[in-house]
């Protein structure tokens, strides 16, 4: 039987904002090496310029990361087991933030073309 979709019962915000930390947290320009426990600390949030960001390849709309500022969605995160955050500094996604899947990459993450 396949896993159920989003078990942790995420809202869309949490959900776009973790499917953007898990790109983040692959990018060593934002995130550093993980830790042994597992967990990828990102230390540095990307800035949009007009409507849009860039993580790595992705484009990423603006009003689709609203969560990666938002305080009470760190807080979310991590009293879901999927990160520890010292808001605004650093968030880190833990193993089991690295590996829940959202089923919305395909939805905010588009291919880059500048």
């Known amino acids: 039987m396949p896993p159920k ?3 942790l019962k995420l809202n869309p ?13 692959h990018d060593p320009s934002h995130a550093l090496p993980p830790e042994p426990s597992g967990a990828v ?9 007009g409507d849009h960001f860039h993580v790595g390849h992705f484009v ?13 969605v760190w807080k979310a995160l991590e009293r879901k087991g999927l990160a520890r955050a010292a808001f605004p500094q650093v968030i880190a996604l833990t193993p089991d933030g690295l590996s829940y899947e959202t089923g919305i990459r395909h939805e905010i993450l588009h291919g880059g073309d500048h």
């Open 60 to 72: 990423v709309a603006s009003r689709d990361a609203s969560g990666l500022y938002n305080e009470a």
């Open 5 to 7: 979709a989003n078990p």
């Open 13 to 25: 915000l949490q959900l776009r904002t973790l499917t953007i930390l898990q790109v983040l947290a």
């Open 41 to 49: 600390a990102i230390t540095n949030l990307p800035q949009p310029h």
